[in-house]
């Protein structure tokens, strides 16, 4: 029997932004999987090309038009090639992305990817096909259940989406919605799937993930509920989760990181601002020195904790002083690793509509030179302090190298050997080098 063509048809997908939208692609990917549909990684060979979108800044959601302009020839010398625009972009832009970027047949949102099917089966050849609906029914409910093949030792699976926090400066709660958290019995099968098929290591992702609560048995279950259930499972040896906000840390969560063994000793709390002012005006309704105080907490639970931050520069009204404040917290805190951006006023947010007391760009890019010194040094000084320890790495790609083989330590340090492991492995590793974006080491036998 020859093969139909719904079977040979090829599906381009690129993703920017954060990890959900790394997780969304792999579940738009198996969705489309039932429309005949198999990935390739060049948009050159694709009958169907998916943008997975970010938001998140202006940057971001630009790049993402002079992207869909690369693919105008694509289009002209193949008008049977379907082109989407899926994630938060397609959320807040909608039908305007079809208006700018004629040649878009399908613009589908975050909430809505599982009717990617009837879309894809709907848009091409003049017609278009748009749906970012926050639905009442659940996505993952409704999405079919994931392939069976073996999958990479780490994976990222989705807990939590959307933020009720509102801070002043975020599109998050416009774009994801309001908070939702799926229920644990599903989050417990997907990872015993994951498991199965070789996953020895998850990370639990939400938009703010430490919110999470779940329907479980008994009520309702918070994160440190859920991560101890996950340890139980066997064969999965390490439980991440990102990312947090400091408000929700509460306390058996950060019990959980001096007594289960599973959670890694690594955690994403971003701050934003060392300044109170500054953490006022974006709403973040915590102080910098309970932030301080919340990490102490933290510390006592997990000494050897590696913490990592999200900061934003030049948010509207930052002073010198307030900036001072922030770098001060940078010091005060000592991150393994973080992250800093400068101010981008999304629309729609309470911060860009106010649109004051913007703070000159030269500055603002003065101080996020500033702020990413001070980080990298940091970066740098944790890394260097590996050296002549043992870390646990969970091997996970073959390295550059002849017989070299990379991996994460458990403070998420990529780390390579030319030892004899496998991809899967859990080794003892002996730190002896500290290079500019990864440690060297040698097996412990
Ligand atoms: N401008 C700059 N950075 C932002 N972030 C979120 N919104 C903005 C914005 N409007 C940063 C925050 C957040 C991270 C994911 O992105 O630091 O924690
Ligand atoms: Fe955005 Fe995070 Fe604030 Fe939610 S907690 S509004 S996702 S920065």
Redesign the pocket.
Known sequence: MSETPSNTKKLYIKTYG?QMNVYDSERMAEALGGSGYTEVSSPEEADMILLNTCH??EKAAEKVYSELGRYKDLKIANPDLKIGVAGCVAQAEGEEIMRRQPMVDLVVGPQSYHRLPELEAKAGHGQKALDTDFPEEDKFEKLKSRPKAKRAPAAFLTVQEGCDKF?A???VPYTRGAEVSRPVDRILTEARDLVERGVREITLLGQNVNAYHGAGEGGTWGLARLIRELAKVDGLERIRFT?SHPNDMEDDLIAAHGDCEKLMPYLHL?V?SGSDKILKAMNRKHTAEEYLRLIERIRAARPDIAMSG???VGFPGETDQDFEDTMSLVREVGYGSA?S??????PG?P?AEKGDKMVDPDVASERLHRLQSLITEQQHAFQDAMVGREVSVLFERKGRLPGQMVGKSEYLHAVHVTDDVAVGDIQRVRIIESGPNSLGGVLLR
Not at 341 to 346: D, H, I, L
């Open positions: 954060c998140i800044r801070c400066f975020c599109v990312t971003p934003q999200d900061f934003i992250f951006f400068k101010y981008s006023p999304r947010t911060a």
